[in-house]
């Protein structure tokens, strides 16, 4: 028996999993940028970072949340852009819908939740407490406003990107058989 070499598992580029440019094996040749691929996975996740720094960042002043949904957003449109309407289903897992509910009620929830205690309609409450090792943190009751918000600005683009994107792909695959 002569021996064999075989290739490790981990070093298979078909094998799914091992996939880093997913929409890459699904668009055909002439329809896709790999720069673009390339520089979207590198970019979207800081780009969301950017985005959550936003909505930390605004908690105790007005837009936070607004400001980093845009951001999220613009990060979303990227991955359209580079993989398409099939990348979308891949980023996040949750339909669009589902995140403008969740939005709307946390948003609307927070903004109610002080009349039940005899407060003012989008009242606000800081709290102050101390953690040892690091020192005073300041929780603002805003915040959670500013993630409803959040979540409905992202929802909202998701879903503009899900409609108008998957007929514009229609469109064009349409007319690039068209030509064939």
Do not use: N
Request: net charge neutral; glycine share 12%; aromatic share 8%.
């Amino acid at each position: 028996m002569s021996p064999t070499t075989t290739r490790p598992s981990w070093t298979s580029w078909d094998a799914p999993a091992e996939r880093w440019l997913l929409s890459g094996f699904r668009r055909e040749g002439q329809a896709r940028s790999v720069l673009l691929e390339l520089a979207s996975r590198i970019v979207f996740p800081t780009v969301l970072v950017l985005s959550l720094y936003l909505l930390f960042a605004g908690h105790d002043r007005a837009g936070g949340g607004f400001s980093g949904g845009l951001v999220a957003g613009q990060a979303f449109l990227l991955r359209h852009l580079a993989g398409g309407r099939m990348d979308d289903s891949s980023i996040v897992s949750m339909r669009p819908p589902v995140l403008i509910g969740s939005g709307l009620t946390i948003a609307c929830a927070s903004a109610f939740l002080p009349l039940l205690f005899g407060g003012q309609l989008l009242e606000t409450t800081i709290y102050k407490f101390g953690v040892p090792l690091l020192g005073e943190i300041k929780f603002v009751s805003s915040i959670v406003l500013d993630t409803g918000v959040y979540l409905l600005i992202v929802g909202v683009v998701l879903d503009l990107l899900r409609t108008l994107g998957s007929g514009i792909e229609a469109d064009v695959e349409a007319a690039a058989r068209g030509l064939q």
